[in-house]
């Protein structure tokens, strides 16, 4: 596989970055995977998302442990009052032992037997750029010999500047002397 940004051979399936650019690969593998189809994934729109049975038992567990942390302290409160009746202490104990043994074994058999989550099943779409468009994936493209050139290349040299045919500053002597020739056309 090329990276489609910087054209960077990489190994199919072990990137998810171009190791040149840094181009994102995952959608390039996605789209290879499908055959050049965008999957198309459930949108929330279709309706809400069905809960698991391991989370529906999960939840059960957990909502039975926190009513019994609320259930049995009122039951123990009204047997404290009328401590003759035996059924008080009776539903005491028993709504304890539902509460805070049920509700964990509920859990751990929800979380170890129970099926989790189904896996979102991608539906592929064809891929239509436009009316005129080619088509984006050839069946067989022949791949460069070299890869293309990591580095830049370095500009043109440019030429040294023959320095001969510069002007150079005049000398001190050359300006005294057209002084004196100043002053003898003066004297004449």
Partial sequence: MFCPQCSQQQVPGSVRFCSRCGFPLD???TLLGNGGMLPIYRTPEEGPPQISPRRRGVRQGGALLLSGAILVPILGVFWNYNPASNFLGILVALASIICFVGGPLRMLFAGVF????????????????????????????????????????????????????????????????????KEESKER
């Fill in 114 to 181: 129970e099926e989790g989550a189904p896996k979102p099943v991608p539906v592929p779409r064809p891929f239509m750029a436009g009316p005129m468009a080619a088509p984006q994936f050839a069946s067989h493209v022949q791949p460069n010999a070299l890869p293309p050139p990591s580095v830049p290349p370095a500009p043109a040299w440019r030429p040294r500047p023959i320095t001969a045919e510069l002007a150079g500053p005049p000398s001190v002597t050359e300006n005294t002397t057209r002084l004196l020739d």
């Fill in 27 to 29: 959608g390039v593998m």
